[in-house]
């Protein structure tokens, strides 16, 4: 084991690093897990917060989202607001396209 000092922030920390090749035999392969796609019968709606325009559309039907991820960036009043996901799915619709002007509570995607 080795003892480093490491500065983050302004503040100091002191961490010990252990070499992998000390515990070589120790050290078990990590098998990967097979991820079964996510199907839900549940659907979620991405509806337009505010009046304005789609500058950027980061998503494609069958894309798959998680719960924050930035599905689209709306200009509205010179501001550009990311609209963000609300939960975990696949983007089952895409109803509106880049530089499209879009309103109020308009349906934009629907993930499920």
Do not use: W
Not at 1 to 28: D, R
Not at 60 to 85: F, P, R, T
Request: proline share 4%.
């Amino acid at each position: 084991m080795k003892l480093y000092k490491i500065n983050v922030n302004g503040k100091s920390y002191e961490v010990e690093v252990e070499s992998v090749t000390e515990h070589a035999s120790t050290i078990q392969p990590v098998k990967p897990i097979e991820k079964a796609p996510v199907q839900s019968d549940t659907k979620t709606n991405i509806l337009a917060p505010m009046q304005g325009n789609i500058i950027k559309l980061n998503v494609i039907v069958g894309s798959e989202v998680k719960k924050g991820d930035v599905l689209m960036v709306l200009e509205a009043m010179k501001l550009e607001n990311d609209i963000l996901c609300p939960v975990d799915g696949y983007v089952r619709q895409v109803l509106i396209k880049e530089h499209q002007k879009v309103d109020i509570n308009q349906l934009m995607l629907v993930i499920g």
